[in-house]
């Protein structure tokens, strides 16, 4: 049996936002000793006839102790390539292949509050779906430190603004992406025992 706890950072970036925010929750993930932290991006390559299909990825989050979801926000909701991916997961689900598993969401979107919050809370419901357990952020918002400063609860949030994915998501963001990374981390290993 692997002492190693793994955590997944599942995710889509239109534009390379996200990318840096999965980054980030991964960096925190890290962090933790003993964790694997494998960032899986999705791609549009991997849809046809607007079915998400790469077998390999479904696996490799079957063997994951927790999964961390991640879209940027589009339109009020889930980017079209995360649904994609979402509803390819059905089979997992008839096969509760990921009940009791940890779970965790972030998002970006360009201005403060972008409607993430329905972002998250579509991630939210994904993970109940498959009998997961979610874990939130944990942290209070608008640290002195600048963790938080959107104030969410339920995930991880980013603001990308105009700014290109070098500038955006700022330092706070990326370490707000950071304590969701160490907080699911922490909480797998000690589930994991």
């Known amino acids: 049996m692997s002492t190693t706890t793994t955590v997944s950072i599942v995710y889509f ?3 390379g936002h996200t990318t840096k925010l999965a980054e980030a929750v991964a960096k925190g993930a890290s962090s933790i000793a003993g964790t694997a932290a494998k960032l899986i991006p999705l791609s549009g390559e991997h849809i046809a006839k607007g079915r998400y299909e790469n077998e390999a990825v479904l696996t490799q989050l079957d063997a994951s102790d927790a999964i961390i979801f991640g879209s940027p926000t589009y339109m009020g909701g889930p ?5 994609a991916f979402a509803d390819a997961t059905g089979g997992k689900w008839f096969a509760s292949a990921w009940r009791d598993k940890l779970a965790a969401g972030f998002t970006v979107s360009n201005s403060p509050s972008g409607d993430k919050l329905s972002t998250l809370q579509y991630l939210f419901a994904l993970a109940m779906q498959h009998g997961m357990v979610w874990v939130g952020l944990g942290e209070l918002p608008m640290q002195p430190n600048g963790t938080n400063r959107l104030g969410s609860f339920m995930g991880a ?8 994915p070098e500038i955006a998501p700022n330092a706070e963001d990326k370490a707000t992406g950071e304590v969701l990374g160490r907080r699911v981390a922490t909480l797998a290993a000690r589930l994991r025992g």
């Not at 980017?79 to 649904?83: C, L, P, T």
């Not at 949030?157 to 290109?164: E, I, N």
């Open 13 to 15: 970036s239109g534009s």
């Open 79 to 83: 980017a079209a390539q995360f649904k």
């Open 157 to 164: 949030m980013a603001q990308a603004g105009f700014d290109s």
